[in-house]
């Protein structure tokens, strides 16, 4: 599936409900099936800076795809990852780089968060898209 392939899919399922509570309950059970990344990689040099919460993420290449896992140790923060890896993992760096993220408007996310909520999105976004230039840089 490509990244807008996915990021549709998600808009469809979180237009489903009704209000905000059920979105973020929603959010909770995505954080709860997210792919947790090998205690061997919860180090400071993965967390993500600019979080509130705590967010380990962790990227790998395997047949020309990153395949991210994360963790976070906050509920909310937890979701809120596991939908971006969603989206960006198993897909190749030039298409993770190139991609937009205005389903996170679309879905309301960035309106319904706390400031410091919504700038741990940003750096969350931005350090999915540092690991991507990285891999892209040694597939050249």
Same mark, same amino acid.
């Given at each position: 599936?490509?990244?807008?392939?996915?990021?549709?899919?998600?808009?469809?399922?979180?237009?489903?409900?009704?209000?905000?509570?059920?979105?973020?309950?929603?959010?909770?059970?995505?954080?709860?099936?997210?792919?947790?990344?090998?205690?061997?990689?919860?180090?400071?040099?993965?967390?993500?800076?600019?979080?509130?919460?705590?967010?380990?993420?962790?990227?790998?290449? !395997? *047949?020309?795809?990153?395949?991210? &896992?994360?963790?976070? #140790?906050? $509920?909310?923060? /937890?979701?809120?990852?596991?939908?971006?890896?969603?989206?960006?993992?198993?897909?190749?760096? !030039? *298409?993770?780089?190139?991609?937009? &993220?205005?389903?996170? #408007?679309? $879905?309301?996310? /960035?309106?319904?968060?706390?400031?410091?909520?919504?700038?741990?999105?940003?750096?969350?976004?931005?350090?999915?898209?540092?690991?991507?230039?990285?891999?892209?840089?040694?597939?050249?």
């Amino acid at each position: 599936m490509s990244i807008e392939d996915i990021q549709n899919e998600i808009i469809d399922e979180f237009s489903m409900f009704e209000d905000w509570e059920e979105r973020y309950q929603y959010m909770i059970d995505l954080g709860k099936d997210l792919p947790l990344i090998d205690d061997q990689y919860k180090t400071d040099s993965n967390i993500i800076k600019g979080c509130q919460s705590k967010v380990w993420v962790h990227a790998e290449m !395997k *047949d020309n795809k990153i395949v991210f &896992t994360a963790d976070s #140790d906050a $509920i909310i923060t /937890k979701g809120i990852i596991a939908i971006l890896i969603r989206t960006f993992s198993n897909q190749q760096p !030039k *298409d993770i780089i190139e991609a937009e &993220t205005d389903f996170i #408007d679309d $879905i309301g996310l /960035k309106e319904h968060l706390s400031p410091t909520r919504a700038n741990g999105l940003v750096s969350m976004i931005r350090q999915l898209k540092m690991y991507a230039i990285a891999y892209q840089t040694q597939l050249n």
